[in-house]
């Protein structure tokens, strides 16, 4: 295996690589060629990362693996499901969109996850974790009543097992004894670190055609002698328990055999050509190294998961994004520059356990991401990272909360859906005190439509007793968590992901009023144009813009639930035309919100909703996708005016809308 200690700039030579447009071509390939394949799809990988950002680490460790499945199994007329889709990148490569890898997150470029619409290989649309086995299962099972000779083969990572949802996908596999091939891609040495000669020669025997076949035949002879095909079962269970981590996979129904090295190509290669035929649920647990081949990221799997773009001029090793440093402004006065939502919460979270012991912080594998780092050094005792669980967080999160703890759930705007049932079920129907930190609100850009924050504030202000707030910067985003904390119930601060616009940052944990809209801007007095912005959370910044452009009013709504009636009605007193905004869908959000409250309070008032649209927004930079969806200073100014002169129009015909 060639190893790179840096990304190359330029686009490395890959001959043979370049020949292949579709997995078809490694089927007649020799082990030496295929061994070749593999190091030029490192090397392209690399490259191909280097020039567009995105996951890393996962993919440099399935490329042996990726090239064996292909060759072994007969895609795409065998289905391949890859869960989160992370380690997919080799996958796409290899199915005819090397030269499209470079544009891959970009703006009407490939997605970052596979993708149903985007190529025959890609059998399941994937973006959340641990939705791969049961998706399989699915497809084998209509295999099986349509009569069809199909493989069906997931691949899932040890992380992603962790998940209930897997757990569930392999009980009821091995029930309907379903033909299904599960590869475990272990690289956190999470199940078992028993690789070796042992276990791979175990692979070899257990996979063989000789061992199956003798395997089979013997049970049928065995079948007539009383208690013999038991103690033959029992022994075979044994044998394989003293070498692999079996038992439990096996006691699930499946014929388990691993772990082997999955960076070994002629050992993959031997062991699913022998699987693949094999009836009845199957298991092949292989070992990678996250980051294989590139030496700084198997030194630093976690800081290598993902990267930003390698520049032009950049010669030197990628490295994992460092703190923002100190800056100086023009008055020689210190002041840090803006600093991400995530870690305005990973501080709060810190200095609000200092004063308050009842305090847990919860995350479901977002340590990193949510930026429980420092949390989870100081107050271990009092830090829960449950896995890929959020279901089992949230109720975690109830139950601590039933015994006067004071729970904090940091989890992704995204990934909070999953959680939904517990959400209402176990925290709200209670009215538990149980705070929820989301980040990654709205459009978080490359990651596409799997990985939006777009609907939450319509489904977490449709709950009964919910409390919803919504910062403008960073600020607030530390008051409303405070403000949150101390609500006597369940209640929720969401914002986006990345940084906020560079306000100072107080040291205090002061709460902000819940319910207080805040007037920034009072708009002109000119008769029938007369606009008030009702802007919740991250596009106040183009509110306060066009509200200058436009001599409007401009409100800092901060809360979505509940809402500040008496602002809402002042402003509806004193304007033509309410304009609410929010980065979030319009069907059902926060300007439904303000919808609702006119009309049970019997005013008519002439309002234009502006959010998301009622469309799952695709991948992209952040800015934009705002300026495709209008949500820009200069989409929101245009919708304004537009509507503006549509009223116009009516009013001259003697026509009135609200």
Excluded at 240 to 254: H, I, N, Q
Excluded at 306 to 316: M, Q, R, S, V
């Amino acid at each position: 295996m060639k190893l790179f200690d840096d990304i190359p700039v330029e686009r490395p030579a890959t001959p043979l690589l370049d020949t292949l447009d579709t997995p078809a071509a490694l089927r007649a390939m020799s082990t030496s060629q295929l061994l070749q394949v593999a190091d030029e799809l490192r090397a392209y990988l690399l490259y191909s990362v280097g020039v567009s950002g995105g996951h890393f680490g996962a993919g440099l460790g399935v490329v042996e693996l990726t090239v064996a499945l292909h060759q072994a199994l007969e895609t795409p007329h065998d289905r391949l499901v890859w869960d989160v889709g992370h380690q997919a990148y080799p996958h796409k490569i290899l199915t005819g969109r090397r030269e499209a890898m470079p544009g891959i997150r970009h703006y009407g470029g490939l997605a970052a996850f596979p993708r149903r619409a985007e190529s025959e290989y890609d059998t399941f649309g994937v973006g959340h974790s641990s939705t791969s086995l049961s998706a399989a299962l699915g497809m084998a099972l209509a295999a099986r009543m349509r009569g069809e000779k199909r493989r069906v083969c997931a691949v899932i990572g040890d992380g992603a097992l962790t998940a209930g949802m897997a757990f569930e996908a392999l009980a009821h596999a091995g029930h309907v004894d379903a033909n299904l091939l599960v590869v475990l891609n272990d690289n956190e040495m999470s199940i078992s670190e028993n690789v070796g000669g042992i276990a791979s020669y175990l692979a070899r025997i257990l996979t063989s055609k000789p061992y199956t076949t003798m395997r089979e035949g013997g049970k049928k002879v065995l079948s007539h002698l009383p208690g013999a095909l038991e103690l033959a079962r029992r022994t075979e269970e044994h044998m394989k328990g003293m070498v692999s981590p079996a038992t439990l996979f096996e006691e699930m129904g499946f014929n388990y055999i691993g772990p082997i090295d999955g960076h070994d190509l002629p050992l993959l290669l031997q062991t699913l050509r022998n699987m693949r035929d094999l009836e009845g649920p199957q298991f092949l647990h292989v070992k990678t190294c996250k980051g294989k081949g590139f030496l700084p990221a198997e030194a630093d799997p976690i800081g290598y998961h993902a990267i930003t773009k390698l520049e032009k001029n950049d010669e030197a090793p990628l490295a994992p994004v460092a703190p923002a440093p100190v800056a100086k402004k023009k008055n020689d006065q210190l002041r840090p520059k803006p600093r991400k939502y995530c870690n305005v919460f990973g501080d709060w979270l810190c200095d609000m356990a200092a004063v308050d012991e009842r305090l847990v912080g919860i995350t479901p594998a977002m340590r990193e991401g949510s930026d429980l780092v420092r949390f989870s050094q100081e107050y271990p005792e009092r830090y829960y990272d449950v896995a890929i669980a959020e279901q089992h967080a949230l109720t975690l999160a109830a139950g601590l909360a039933c015994e006067a703890m004071k729970p904090v759930v940091a989890i992704y705007s995204t990934f909070l859906q999953r959680g939904y049932d517990q959400l209402i079920h176990d925290v709200a129907v209670q009215e538990l005190d149980v705070t929820f930190a989301i980040d990654r609100a709205g459009l978080v850009g490359e990651d596409g439509p799997t990985h939006h924050g777009a609907l939450d504030l319509a489904y977490l202000r449709c709950v009964p007793g919910m409390v919803v707030l919504a910062p403008a910067d960073e600020a607030e985003c530390r008051a409303m968590l405070s403000a949150a904390y101390h609500h006597p119930g369940p209640a929720a601060v969401r914002y986006p992901r990345g940084t906020g616009p560079g306000v100072e940052i107080p040291d205090h944990l002061e709460p902000i009023a819940i319910g207080q809209a805040e007037a920034r801007r009072q708009g002109g007095t000119e008769a029938g144009r007369r606009v008030a912005l009702l802007a919740f959370g991250s596009l106040n910044g183009p509110a306060g813009e066009v509200a200058e452009r436009l001599d409007a009013t401009h409100l800092n709504m901060r809360s979505v639930k509940p809402l500040d009636r008496k602002a809402i009605l002042a402003a509806a007193a004193d304007h033509d035309l309410l304009v609410t905004l929010e980065e979030n869908v319009v069907a059902g959000g926060a300007g439904g919100a303000v919808d609702e409250l006119l009309a049970a309070e019997g005013v008519a008032v002439r309002v234009l909703n502006l959010g998301l649209p009622d469309a799952f927004v695709e991948h992209g930079k952040p800015a934009e996708l705002l300026t495709e969806c209008g949500l820009d200073a200069d989409g929101i100014e245009a919708s304004i005016r537009a509507r503006l002169a549509a009223d116009d129009v009516s009013m001259r015909y003697g026509k009135t809308s609200c």
